[in-house]
């Protein structure tokens, strides 16, 4: 397992029934979570005495209840800052165990010796997209919801990447991928987080067992003949890591070489030492 390991500012302090106790920066907040399927001890005086609680409803959804937490703050991933607000069910506008796969590609881009370009595809309020441009790459930044491009915009301006050669667009991501290739336009490198079920600006429909296969497929006619490397994060249970690396690795593969592997990605939960599963990615790279 690929485990986000380095935060300071973020901890899963513990967890049991159904449910994370987590620090964000100053803050403890207690969200619900489908891995959690134990049930322990809960010693921990915070799980008392937190900021905030989402509450899962029985009939789908749920709502958010809060105890002297504000409307906004912030926390921080080395040279990176980012604008967390609670929004619709139980997100946070961040999702800490990508720093993994941030880390990964940041080193290839500093290695690279070379001007690079990413694409970030469904690029939600953009942390891999200030990674990459951290690590002085030209990013491309793709998503279907202006107000998730806006959050992304206020994440890069409090990062110092205000000037950073960012391209903000509010764009269905499949629809932007085709005019790409007719434009002849490449990029050394492609990130995607792909929703389960999406729709896009207009009214555009994705599913992702449907359509992600044939997405991939489609991307590899934008990505350069000196291609860097290709991430794609799932949270959806059927795409299992041996299914990512399959998918990328037989579309990839026999054009540009290159070595492909696929993990779950986790936590670390302080109160048991153990890992906490959080969905799963594939990566290739052309070393």
């Known amino acids: 397992m690929w485990i986000a390991g380095d935060w300071k500012d973020y ?3 513990d967890t049991s029934n159904g449910e994370k106790l987590e620090r964000w920066g100053d803050y403890i907040l207690v969200r619900p979570d489908p891995q959690v399927i134990w049930d322990t001890e809960r010693t921990d005086k915070r799980w008392r005495h937190m900021n905030g609680h989402y509450h899962r409803s029985s009939k789908g959804g749920g709502e958010w209840e809060f105890f002297d937490l504000p409307q906004e703050w912030s926390i921080h991933y ?9 929004f619709s069910f139980k997100h946070t506008g961040l999702f800490p165990e990508q720093a993994v796969n941030w880390d990964w590609f940041s080193s290839i881009i500093k290695g690279a010796g070379r001007p690079v370009k990413v694409l970030n595809l469904f690029a939600y309020t953009g942390g891999a997209t200030l990674a990459a441009a951290k690590a002085g790459a030209a990013v491309t930044h793709v998503d279907a919801s202006k107000g998730m491009v806006l959050w992304a915009k206020e994440n890069a301006a409090a ?4 000037d950073a050669p960012i391209r903000w667009l509010v764009d269905d991501c499949v629809k932007f991928v085709e005019r790409e290739i007719r434009r002849g336009n490449t990029y050394d490198a492609i990130i995607m987080d792909p929703p389960s079920y999406g729709r896009g600006p207009k009214g555009e429909i994705w599913k992702i067992e449907e359509s992600i296969f044939p997405f991939i497929r489609l991307t590899t006619q934008i990505l350069s003949k000196d291609a860097l490397f290709y991430l794609v994060n799932s949270y959806t249970t059927g795409l299992q890591p041996a299914v990512l690396t399959y998918m990328i690795r037989s579309v990839l593969t026999p054009v540009f070489g290159g070595n492909t592997e696929s993990s779950e990605i986790g936590l670390p939960v302080t109160a048991s030492g153990l890992i906490l599963p959080c969905g799963a990615s594939g990566r290739w790279s052309a070393v």
């Open 159 to 162: 990062s110092g990447l205000a």
């Open 11 to 13: 901890e899963v302090i």
């Open 78 to 86: 080395g040279d990176l800052t980012f604008r967390l607000k609670p």
